[in-house]
């Protein structure tokens, strides 16, 4: 999915004093540094641990032992008979057990335990989309106010090129004075303009960069790729289309169906507990007697003849455990309703974000068009304006009327532009 905004401004190499980054390097950065992925990794690296102990649990356990125990007064001899005598005792021991039925527990816990870790695996993922839509969120805000401040700069262009011939005229005495004051004051207000949209601009450059978590950006700035070209070829999905594809495909989907799958798990390994318990196990032991005041046999000795070996089996049968069973049953159920009911939730939140998404683009895109149009008759209005203002037939407040209206239209077309390719972006990512 990230391929699909990648593939939208991907674009020429850096250039300029300014570190400047490309939309994929942006995200490639913001992925790399944000801390909440970070602890969604460190997650699911503990679900894959406890998956892992889950399979584990199926082998055999081996523990040794050793004891050391001192007697004062009786103690019992190897003769198995009490004797007033102070003795010391040395106890070895090794001992293996394997369950070898319990009710399919430890196949279910399997079971649960690797579909937790496949809903955390989701999780990253999502996190993954939303950083991702954030960075180009705000990547296209820079590119806006990049936009707003270049219309800026060229309407303050034109005023200056006015002033300039009005200058040339007031000078030759064909124009008096006063004609240059009305321009003056609208050289002034564009200014102003151009200030407003430079610090806007810094301040989408400070989001981008603080989205990224970069510890410098005094220096920061993006390449501008070419948005028109991708909004022409670029198709309008219909919801119903999106949204069939995203529950096949979404991360956030996934989740809730392997959380699901979880809890389902979590029932069976409850009603586990009503079957019996059997296990296996083995045990082998040797021991070291002393007494006092008694002739002992050395260690080695008593280690080889003392030794003792068993085997045995263990059935555990529950037949009455103050109704926790039951109870634990019962949470479990409760636990997978809910489980269905979050599923719910998240498959309603989706298409709800789908239907925004495609009405906010016809919307976009609908402005756009109509934007474009208000371009075309706001420039020849403009166009005549100044015709008028340098033959004399006008004056400097009708030409800066004509301007604003060109300005305010130019705007709207870039606000439109971009928000309609955002739009479609947005409808791009929820079904991949």
């Known amino acids: 999915m990230r391929q699909i905004i990648i593939a939208l401004f991907l674009t020429i190499s850096l250039t300029g004093m300014a570190q400047q980054y490309t939309l994929k390097e942006c995200i490639e950065i913001a992925l790399q540094n944000n801390r909440t992925i970070k602890q969604q990794e460190l997650n699911r690296v503990q ?7 889950a399979r584990n649990d199926l082998l055999p356990s081996l523990n040794a032992q050793a004891g050391q125990n001192f007697i004062f007064g009786r103690s019992i001899g190897l003769d198995n008979i009490y004797q007033n005598t102070n003795s010391a005792q040395t106890s070895f021991g090794l001992g293996a057990d394997i369950t070898l039925f319990d009710g399919l527990r430890m196949k279910h816990n399997i079971d649960a335990k690797r579909a937790d870790l496949s809903a955390a695996e989701a999780d990253v993922e999502r996190f993954k989309d939303d950083i991702e839509m954030s960075v180009a969120t705000a990547f296209l805000q820079v590119l806006l106010q990049k936009e707003l401040l270049q219309i800026a700069n060229e309407q303050l262009a034109l005023t200056e090129e006015n002033i300039f011939r009005r200058n040339e005229l007031i000078q030759s005495g064909k124009m008096a004075e006063g004609e240059i004051y009305e321009l003056e004051a609208q050289r002034a207000r564009e200014e102003q303009n151009r200030v407003q949209a430079e610090s806007n601009l810094k301040l989408a450059l400070l989001d ?13 700035d993006v390449i501008v790729p070419p948005v028109e070209e991708i909004i022409k070829n670029e198709m309008l999905l219909s919801p119903t289309d999106v ?5 096949m495909v979404r991360p956030e989907i996934r989740a809730s169906e392997y959380r699901l799958k979880s809890s389902e798990k979590g029932v069976l390994m409850a009603k586990s507990q009503l079957y019996p318990t059997l296990s296996f196990g083995a045990n082998m032991g040797t021991g070291y007697y002393k007494m006092s005041e008694r002739p002992n046999d050395p260690f080695s000795s008593q280690f080889r003849n003392n030794m003792s070996n068993a085997l045995g089996f263990s ?3 529950p037949i009455f455990n103050r109704f926790q069973t039951r109870n634990n ?3 479990a159920e409760l636990a997978v309703e809910n489980s269905r009911i979050e599923m719910d939730k998240v498959k309603i939140e989706l298409r709800k974000r789908i239907e925004q998404a495609f009405h906010n683009a016809v919307g976009a895109q609908s402005k756009w068009k109509a934007t474009q149009k208000s371009e075309k008759a706001s420039r020849e209005a403009f166009r005549f304006a100044q015709e008028k203002f340098d033959t004399g037939r006008a004056n400097a407040y009708e030409l800066f009327q004509a301007k604003s209206n060109l300005t305010q239209v130019l705007s709207e077309q870039a606000q439109a532009k971009y928000e309609y390719a955002f739009r479609l972006k947005i409808l791009e990512m929820l079904k991949e």
């Open 208 to 220: 981008l960069a603080q989205i990224m978590e970069l510890d410098d950006f005094s220096s920061f």
């Open 243 to 247: 949204y069939r594809q995203a529950l």
């Open 47 to 53: 679900r894959k641990i406890a998956y892992t102990q």
């Open 329 to 331: 049953i019962r949470t």
């Open 315 to 317: 059935l555990r049968i």
